[in-house]
């Protein structure tokens, strides 16, 4: 047995050392990269733990020549990690992006979370589980500024054919075992060499395959915006999408997505895109009685380490106290939005003209409160989803906390229900408040990495953007 397992090791190391030099290709081209703003608290088990994790996920790429994909597994350190190789690479060309991707990402020192995203693989850890995370503000289109090689009466063809492949790589990827599918189409008209476009679409093996489909819908509306850019890709914590007018993997490589097109392709898109559109009218919630979420988890101060994917690692802005006295017009009636249980809100236009909602809060003295407060605001202003207002920042000042919000122009939902302006909502606007009311509960409740629960969902904490 041993010896086998020997020899075996030993055949592994020629064949990737032959490949090296034939056609090695890891793609290594660095798409993204992000360090948590957070540094571990104890740096020497954190880098014992860190190097079990690489090891344990190198032994997997090693030993089974076949896999693409691995989490950490029967170690006894290891971290919430993993490793997505693209599957059209060759195995010894995984574990080469790899190996590049972990001496990139040792680059972020004590950092409690960070990623690598290369053309070839995907590289990250956490300090706690992100495995079900798809969609996350970091998530964006990356655009070559190449121009495709068709001539410009062309790139409506090829834009076409772009979006064509698109949709159908995001409905026949979730639905393929292993989240992986490698495409090409003809551009209808086409000349010279830009005849055909090719794209590739991979989920995350640990999200459902709703989560894929979400998650590949976003990426493909932020590739489809480099249109008629000839090369895209689109990153994201649970997929990757690109495309491009020459090829990137070989042509055996291809998958025959045909089975899984099932009913129609292109019905299929409006109602993709209709979903995302329809999406960003919503209605957006506040969270404003998270205050709760403060006082319930004041004795058990969480883990606040996996922010990573859901940021461009940006903190809170710790406002000035005189700053926001003065935008409010030292907190003038005039100004007040309303009123809550926890404290007020106010209208205030900063220095810079932009305006925002000030909520000012009163929960005690104790320099315990104000430092449970402040990893909470960390936390929460993180919570970045588009059906979720934004916490830009905090300022405290004696027993005062504050806390500042983005600006909602249609203030919130009981004005349109009971008040003023009563009756003035069409049914298409009551089901996007509906929709967006959902899907921003869904976020808190369900992605985000720690379950927050609101706990007072009414009309007067449903905010409407214009
Ligand atoms: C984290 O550690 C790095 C290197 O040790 C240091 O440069 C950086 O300032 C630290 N960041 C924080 C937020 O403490
Ligand atoms: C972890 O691995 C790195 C690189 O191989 C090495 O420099 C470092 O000493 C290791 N740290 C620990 C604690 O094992
Ligand atoms: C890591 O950082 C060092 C020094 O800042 C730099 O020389 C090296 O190229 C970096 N490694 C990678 C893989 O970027
Ligand atoms: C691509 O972008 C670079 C840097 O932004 C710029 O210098 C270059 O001119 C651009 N190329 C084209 C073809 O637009
Ligand atoms: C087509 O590709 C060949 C080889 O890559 C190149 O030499 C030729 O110039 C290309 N033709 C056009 C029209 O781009
Ligand atoms: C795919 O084609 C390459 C040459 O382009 C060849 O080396 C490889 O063995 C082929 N793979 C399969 C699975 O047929």
Not at 163 to 184: C, H, M, W, Y
Not at 213 to 225: G, I, M, Y
Not at 314 to 320: A, D
Request: aromatic residues 8%; contains cysteine; glycine residues 8%.
């Amino acid at each position: 047995m041993n010896r086998n397992r020997k020899k075996h090791g030993v055949i592994l190391l020629i064949w990737w050392w032959l490949t090296g030099v034939v056609l090695a290709d890891p793609q290594i081209n660095l798409l993204n990269k992000a360090c948590s703003q957070y540094n571990v608290s104890s740096e020497s088990s954190f880098y014992t733990n860190l190097n079990a994790t690489f090891s344990n996920l190198r032994a997997q790429l090693t030993n089974n020549p076949n896999t693409r994909f691995a989490t950490p597994q029967d170690s006894a350190h290891a971290l919430p990690a993993l490793v997505q190789c693209r599957d059209y690479l060759s195995s010894a060309d995984c574990l080469a992006c790899f190996t590049a991707a972990v001496s990139q990402i040792r680059n972020c020192s004590a950092a409690n979370g960070a990623r690598v995203i290369y053309d070839g693989c995907f590289l990250r850890y956490e300090s706690s589980s992100f495995y079900d995370q798809t969609t996350q503000p970091g998530g964006e289109g990356l655009c070559a500024n190449q121009t495709t090689s068709q001539p410009t009466a062309f790139t409506d063809a090829f834009s076409a054919a772009v979006k064509e492949l698109l949709v159908d790589l995001q409905v026949a990827t979730p639905r393929i075992n292993g989240f992986f599918a490698a495409s090409k189409k003809e551009v209808v008209g086409g000349v010279g060499n830009a005849t055909v476009v090719y794209a590739v679409a991979q989920c995350v093996e640990t999200v459902s395959e709703i989560g894929c489909q979400d998650c590949l819908t976003v990426a493909s509306t932020n590739a489809e915006r480099c249109l008629p850019g000839a090369v895209a890709r689109a990153v994201d914590a649970g997929c990757f999408l690109r495309y491009s007018d020459t090829p990137f993997f070989a042509d055996n490589q291809t998958t025959n997505i045909l089975p899984f097109l099932g009913n129609g392709s292109s019905s299929n898109k409006t109602a993709i895109v209709g979903g995302v559109v329809g999406g960003v009218v919503g209605a957006i919630i506040i969270i404003a009685l998270f205050v709760w979420f403060i006082i319930l988890r004041r004795s058990k101060p969480v883990n606040r380490g996996d922010i990573l994917g859901a940021t461009k690692l940006r903190g809170p802005i710790n406002y000035k106290y005189k700053d926001l006295k003065s935008a409010t017009k030292n907190f003038s009636e005039e100004n007040k939005l309303g009123e809550g249980g926890f404290g007020d809100v106010y209208k205030g236009t900063l220095k810079n003209g932009k305006i925002v909602a000030v909520k000012k809060l009163a929960i005690g003295q104790s320099s315990r409160a104000k430092a449970d407060f402040e990893s909470e605001v960390k936390l929460i202003s993180n919570v970045h989803h588009r059906n979720m207002i934004r916490l830009l920042g905090c300022c405290t000042k004696g027993p005062e906390l504050l806390l500042v919000y983005e600006y909602m122009a249609n203030s919130s939902l009981d004005r349109f229900l009971f008040g003023k302006r009563r009756g003035s909502l069409n049914w298409k606007q009551r089901n996007d408040i509906i929709m967006g009311t959902a899907r921003g509960l869904a976020y808190l409740h369900e992605e985000f990495h720690v379950c927050i629960i609101h706990r007072d969902i009414k009309t007067g904490n449903i905010l409407l953007d214009d």
